[in-house]
């Protein structure tokens, strides 16, 4: 017997007005742990992203001198 997922991960290409899609909860309604962690994570992201673009150029640079 399969084992049921205990998880479900949101698919953030679907349309959202269909019935079968699970709906996000409202940023207001996570727990306050939930927020802060979310948006560490997310600032992380982001500066790890820019860090990359960063390293990138650098790279470029060297190989035009």
Do not use: I
Not at 21 to 27: I, R, V, Y
Not at 35 to 48: C, F, G, H, I, N
Request: charge should be negative.
């Amino acid at each position: 017997m399969p084992r049921q997922p205990t998880t479900y991960q949101f698919d953030l290409f679907s349309n959202p007005h269909d019935a079968e899609t699970a709906q996000m909860p409202p940023w207001q309604a996570l727990p306050e742990e939930t927020r802060l962690t979310l948006t560490k994570l997310m600032v992380r992201l982001v500066l790890d992203h820019v860090d990359g673009e960063r390293a990138v150029r650098r790279e470029e640079a060297r190989h035009d001198a």
